[in-house]
């Protein structure tokens, strides 16, 4: 039996997502009703052609196991992996995968096919299992991993997917921080609150392209040379030839510009107020986001201040290596975070790029160590050659497993997670770094498919939602009732609990 779903029915539970996304900055389309973010294959204003696809209507037509039909509104990516296979077991946090990443044999769901549902719904669509997908599952089609794995890959091709996956990037890469982005209206006259909010939403944009509807490849999040552009973004690009309000895919100069590393916000939001870039933020960032490493905080006897400037003309690379020196006890840290960021001194504080810095040539050169005890792994160029090689690394792509991981299930992770999150990278190198078959493998972990996955809402630290805000929001309180009251100017998307 084919249960039939019309389009109509379809279309109800994705409109309230999409406006909530952009109730807090354009993701898809322009607040103002202008025209929407060019996804379809059109040209923008000094853009290329898409892609792919993206606002098609046809459905995919795939039956489940029961024969219920699963409509979906864009072209089908499968990734180019097979889809018969299982990612987890259904409760324990291990995976019980094969040397190599291959997929074992499908293991049953512990727990519900309508809860499976639900979960795979607010992290992938940020919304609830539309009419269609409880058919597949009331209709016995959604009954072990495997099954799930299944499902995803459907639900990825998608356009809601832009919204889950938006929301992921705008978690991972601290992008609802912009609009609090402050620069010297002097210094930087073009710069305002409004420009930052465009900036996040260039980086939202972007990666939600690349996963969804683009080739999905971590290579070209890691190092495409375009991005998504507007009149307003333009001139921080250096480009002149771009018009209108709607953010387009517009193509940059690959000799300095290589994928999300390179991009506005990144650049912005790690620096300060005025001139000085701070190469240590930016390192720093570069640490914690791509290579999930913490640093310990600085002692309390090390300096917080440059030296103040001399008589001599300097760069303020040559003022941030002579402030850390001298002090041993800076230095143990700086050695991992200000190479790295040296690299990105070919741009301002607003992501502009340079080539002189207090009238001295800018040098850009730099380093990554793995570890404070390791040698100098790579030595780096530029930014560009940065991105090359964060592409490459294996402790990069075991990041990613962990930071999609972390946003699945709303928490930390402990070392019960360890075994799925190995499983996770040996399926992201074996399918050539898919980044839809990476979170295929994350929605059917054991720890995203366990019994105790919890509610979408737990009050965290100061009553916020969740320690860990993936599934609800900073922006927000969790009430005894396990419901996410927003602040501010922010608003509930009553079906997920997340505030946008």
């Known amino acids: 039996m084919r249960t039939a779903i019309s389009r109509g029915l379809l279309a109800i539970v994705p409109l309230f997502a999409v406006w909530a996304c952009n109730t807090s900055y354009l993701l898809v389309g322009e607040k103002d009703g202008s025209a929407p973010t060019n996804l379809t294959g059109g040209v923008g204003s000094g853009g290329t052609t898409a892609d792919a696809a993206a606002g098609g209507s046809s459905a995919t037509g795939g039956a489940s196991p029961a024969g219920g039909a699963f409509a979906t509104g864009g072209a089908s990516h499968t990734g180019g992996a097979s889809t018969g296979g299982a990612s987890s077991t259904g409760g324990a946090a291990s995976t019980g995968g094969t040397a190599g990443g291959e997929e074992p044999a499908p293991t049953p769901l512990a727990i519900s096919a309508r809860t499976a549902l639900t979960r795979l719904s607010r992290v992938l669509w940020e919304t609830e299992p539309n009419a269609a997908l409880l058919a597949t599952a009331d209709f016995g089609g959604l009954t072990t991993d495997a099954d799930v794995r299944r499902i995803a890959r459907e639900m990825l091709t998608d356009p809601l997917a832009r919204v889950g996956v938006g929301h992921f990037f705008r978690w991972w890469l601290d992008l609802d921080n912009m609009p609090n982005v402050i620069k010297d209206p002097v210094l930087f006259p073009g710069y305002t609150s409004g420009v930052g909010n465009l900036m996040a939403s260039e980086t939202e944009t972007f990666g939600s392209y690349v996963t969804v509807d683009g080739d999905a490849r971590f290579s070209t999040l890691m190092q495409a040379p375009f991005s998504f552009v507007n009149a307003s973004l333009a001139p921080f690009y250096g480009l002149g030839n771009v018009v209108g309000s709607s953010l387009r895919k517009t193509d940059l100069d690959a000799t300095s510009r290589a994928g999300l590393v390179t991009q506005l916000a990144f650049l912005t939001q ?117 991105a090359r090689v964060l592409t490459n690394l294996g402790e990069v792509h075991h990041c990613m497993g962990t930071q999609w991981l972390q946003y699945a299930l709303g928490h930390d992770l402990t070392d019960a997670h360890a075994p799925d999150l190995t499983f996770i990278q040996q399926r992201f190198e074996a399918t050539g770094l898919d980044l839809r078959e990476l979170i295929v493998a994350v929605v059917a972990s054991g720890s995203f498919l366990a019994a105790n996955g919890g509610p979408p809402c737990q009050a965290g630290v100061g009553g916020g939602c969740n320690d860990d805000p993936r599934l609800s929001s900073i922006h927000g309180t969790c009430t005894a009732g396990g419901k996410c009251v927003c602040s501010g100017t922010y608003q509930l998307n009553p079906m997920t609990g997340r505030c946008l």
């Open 270 to 386: 790690t620096t300060t107020q005025g001139q000085w870039t701070s190469p240590t933020r930016r390192g720093l960032f570069v640490r914690r986001k791509f290579l999930c490493q913490e640093l310990p905080p600085p002692p309390p006897t090390a300096p917080t201040t440059l030296p103040p400037v001399s008589e001599q003309p300097q760069t303020g690379r040559q003022r941030l290596e002579a402030a850390t020196a001298v002090s041993s006890d800076c230095k143990s840290c700086h050695v991992l975070t200000d190479p790295l960021g040296f690299v990105f001194e070919t741009f301002d504080s607003v992501g502009r790029v340079r080539t002189m810095d207090a009238g001295l040539p800018i040098d850009s050169a730099g380093y990554l160590r793995l570890s404070s005890a390791s040698d100098i792994d790579y030595v780096l160029s530029g930014p560009v050659d940065l």
